[in-house]
């Protein structure tokens, strides 16, 4: 009797966890097999990928902070890096590392060259030339308008082709452009008015650079002359030595960025 009075106990159990598709595990391998697709794509497209792209991959994977600049020069030496700029072939300032440079030229190398194209200049001009600046990029200097050009006209002085002779042995040799800037305050010219000194300094500018292209000691499409009217206007009461200041013709000798 006491057997058949016991209380009943129904324990009830609650499977936890769902269905296997809502696991994790599956998902790790799935993240795995998409991981190795997206790098065996990636590997078949390089395979398949110009040499300019894959030079800017290498450079980003070596050299992460330092950038790849392409160019359109289709002569620049291009092995094994293709469309890099000539300047960054050379190592110009640091801007490629060495070990990604063939045949390196250090920025010093181009200072001292420019330096001895300067030095060239101040002795062949006889004491002529004045305001000499030397930079890696550029050279600078002037020479005195008198000593180029009759008074009042656009006519070079019997003399000045022999010093323009010396400065077009100079530029010819010289793998650069050449700008060719006329600073006076004249605006009588040959006779006649120029509306401005602005117009008549530009006269002056071509007549130069007309004689250089004509004599063939530069071709055309690496000089070009620009009118540079002085700010400061000669007078009587001033000396010789500022009046040359102000009238002037200055070439400026800057390093070509693309072959020729």
């Known amino acids: 009797m006491a057997d058949s009075k016991a209380q009943i106990i129904i324990k009830k159990k609650i499977n936890k966890g769902g269905h296997g598709h809502h696991g994790g595990a ?3 391998a799935y993240a795995d097999f998409v991981t190795a697709m997206m790098a065996f794509f990636l590997v078949m497209w390089l395979m398949g990928a110009d ?8 450079q980003y994977f070596n050299h992460p902070n330092t950038a790849f600049d392409p160019d359109d020069d289709p002569n620049a030496n291009t092995i094994p890096r293709p469309g890099i700029r000539d300047s960054l072939l050379s190592g110009m300032d640091g801007s490629i590392p060495d070990d990604q440079v063939p045949n390196p030229v250090r920025a010093e190398i181009y200072l001292e060259r420019n330096k001895k194209v300067g030095e060239r200049v101040r002795l062949e001009m006889e004491g002529q030339a004045f305001n000499i600046e030397v930079e890696i990029q550029y050279l600078k200097f002037s020479i005195p308008e008198a000593a180029l050009f009759l008074p009042g006209t656009s006519q070079l002085r019997p003399d000045a082709k022999g010093r323009l002779n ?18 006076t ?6 006779g006649n008015a120029q509306p401005s000194a602005y ?7 071509v007549t130069v650079m007309n004689y250089l292209v004509e004599s063939n000691f530069i071709s055309e499409d690496r000089i070009r002359p620009i009118a540079g009217q002085s700010k400061k206007s000669p007078t009587d009461d001033v000396d010789a030595e500022t009046t040359k200041q102000q009238r002037r013709i200055e070439f400026t000798l800057t390093k070509i960025k693309k072959a020729e």
């Open 26 to 28: 599956w998902k790790v």
């Open 185 to 190: 305050n004249e605006t009588q010219i040959d």
């Open 166 to 183: 010396k400065l077009g042995d100079i530029f010819k040799n010289y793998n650069g452009q050449v700008t060719v800037e006329d600073y």
């Open 51 to 58: 040499e300019v792209t894959k030079a800017k991959i290498a």
């Open 199 to 205: 117009i008549a300094s530009t006269i002056k500018a």
